[in-house]
């Protein structure tokens, strides 16, 4: 019945049913886009929560970090992570293919904190230099090939996978020595790669109740704070779009409310004989309410399956991999968004129905 | 409560009216002004019997088939379906009462368009759940001469083979009474002709018909014609 009568005005019913469309179009996909947004940028994010960086606090006159520091830190960190000393300092790399300006590094065990394209990181790095993506092809270097850094030569024995990710050290434009090459003795920063973001805020705790009894000898700074301020934007961005989202869902309520009206007015000679002939006024409200209700779901159903197409698309037109898309949370949205444009249609269904079905059948019938 | 009636009211063992008016009067109140649709009507119909009401307009016509078919409450007075007391019903036992004893045919059939012949006979039934009228009408429609239009869409249908399915439709409860505003309103007088005999027809069976109306034509076929003038009846 509720079907019939929408089929009979079809295109009103088409118009009807493409606002609720587009509501929970707009809805499931601005809150996918957002979703899928956070979650990709966590995903690319998310190792830097598990770091921390180390530094001598120079306003309290600390301009390095010394031996003992390095060793109070490892204890701080313990087996719940890698503490990896750096000595810092730029100068000029050279090669036959050119040369090029860069960071230089020196540590011991930079295992912990970086991986190798070409070559193996060692766990003690005693010999050699490890050299980033970009150097490496600046000045065309492969394994063994012989770079100068500050002329001194060295051999490479790793080449680094070029980072695209946000990282506190990027290897990309630097070369890493043994420490043995430096003659400086004081470390310029502690980077921490700890097993989780837990781990890593329970190892700043102790480094700092550790080193920064008497008076702050360093700093700690810990990444994933910068990772809690990107959650809070993207979760207000995601409330941002979503509220944009749902005024559009209250336009199509609007609308829905308007045809609901209109289709009851016009019908309110049959809505009269309906009820002349004896027909109870509950069974006249749930005809139109169902009514309201399909014209809800069919228009949500299709919202969400468009709002879902769109979203696997942009896998295809935008760096983010499926697995940011085919998770539980935008299910969530999908579903959600298709319950809200039914709940609003509902809604919007319900006066003109109640109203209709409430008419005296006498006044009803006069037309 | 459903059963009883349609198992008692067919049957008239006594002697008592199909429906009967008790001084009815109804007033209607507008804008300050008060209207005597209906002063003091007394009205008793027998079963099988075929009435017509004749007026000019405004007498109060409509006014009394609405009261008759349990759509409008008196303003004073009693209505009584077979000496059954109906005037104090609440609306929802109203809709029962009517559901179960009247049927209506309208001047303009009022046929739902996305239904086809015998489903919009079905109509007064579609909410009954677990009964299927459809054989029914199929066979109230077969009786009015539509046999092969069972499947015909209002916009498929003339006039008078739409006001057809509409007496199909109102018969389809096996009501006591079928009341009829101008049901000839909209033909021309062949098909007002094959209309009324099929009233005729309805009579027959022991139903009663009332038909407000302003054709001539309709009279010569009632067994009994009142005129109503300013809510009052003047013959008959
Ligand atoms: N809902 C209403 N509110 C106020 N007055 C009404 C209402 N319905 C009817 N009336 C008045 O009651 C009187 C009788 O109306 P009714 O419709 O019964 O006349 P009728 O005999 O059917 O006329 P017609 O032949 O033109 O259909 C008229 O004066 C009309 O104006
Ligand atoms: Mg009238």
Known sequence: ?367 | MTQEQTQTHPVVEDNAPAIELQDVVKTYNTGGETIDALAGVDLAIEAGEFLAIVGPSGSGKSTLLNILGLLDVPTSGAVRIHDRDVTTLSERERTTARKESIGFVFQDFHLLPSLTATENVCVPTMFDTGRDATGRAEQLLTRVGLGDRLTHTPDELSGGQQQRVAIARALINEPTIVLADEPTGNLDQDTGHTILDEFRRVCDAGVSVIAVTHDEVVTTYADRTIELIDGVIHRG
């Open chain 1, 1 to 367: 019945m509720a079907r019939r009568n929408l089929t009979r005005n079809t295109l009103r019913t088409a118009l009807a049913a493409l606002g609720v469309l587009i509501g929970v179009f707009a809805i499931a996909s601005l809150g996918l886009f957002g979703n899928i947004l956070a979650l990709s940028a966590s995903a690319e994010l998310g190792g830097i929560g598990n770091q921390l960086i180390i530094t001598p606090n120079e306003d309290a006159g600390v301009t390095g970090l010394d031996i003992r520091d390095v060793d109070a830190v490892t204890r701080a960190v313990g087996t719940d992570g890698t503490a990896v000393p750096l000595l810092t300092t730029s100068g000029l790399l050279s090669a036959s293919g050119g040369q090029t300006f860069g960071q230089v590094y020196g540590a011991d065990n930079p295992a912990a904190l970086f991986t190798a394209r070409e070559g193996t990181i060692p766990d003690r790095h005693r010999q050699g230099a490890i050299v980033g993506g970009d150097v490496a092809e600046t000045l065309d270097l492969r394994i063994g090939s012989a770079i100068e850094v500050e002329s001194s030569r060295y051999r490479v024995i790793a080449i680094l996978e070029s980072e695209e990710l946000l990282t506190p050290v990027n290897p990309n434009s630097a070369v890493i020595l043994p420490e043995a090459a430096f003659a400086q003795r004081s470390y310029d920063q502690i980077v921490v790669q700890a097993q989780s973001g837990e781990s890593a805020s329970v190892i700043a705790e102790r480094v700092r109740t550790q080193l920064n009894s008497r008076e702050e000898r360093v700093s700690v700074f810990e990444l994933s704070s910068i990772l809690e301020t990107i959650d809070e934007f993207f979760s207000l961005l995601n409330q941002f779009l979503l509220g944009i989202a749902g005024i559009s869902l209250v336009v199509a309520g609007v609308s829905i409310f308007n045809v609901m009206l209109m289709s009851t007015t016009e019908r309110r000679q049959e809505i009269g004989v309906l009820r002349a002939v004896g027909v109870q006024k509950g069974d006249v409200l749930r005809v139109l309410l169902a009514e309201a209700v399909l014209l809800g779901v069919i228009g949500g159903l299709f919202g969400a399956l468009f709002a879902g197409l769109a979203a696997i698309g942009l896998v295809f037109i935008a760096p983010i991999g499926f697995d940011v898309v085919l998770v539980a949370s935008n299910a969530v949205y999908l579903f959600g968004a298709f319950v809200f444009g039914v709940i609003v249609c509902l809604l919007s269904g319900l006066y003109p129905a109640y109203k209709a079905a409430t008419l005296r059948p006498v006044e009803a019938l006069r037309g």
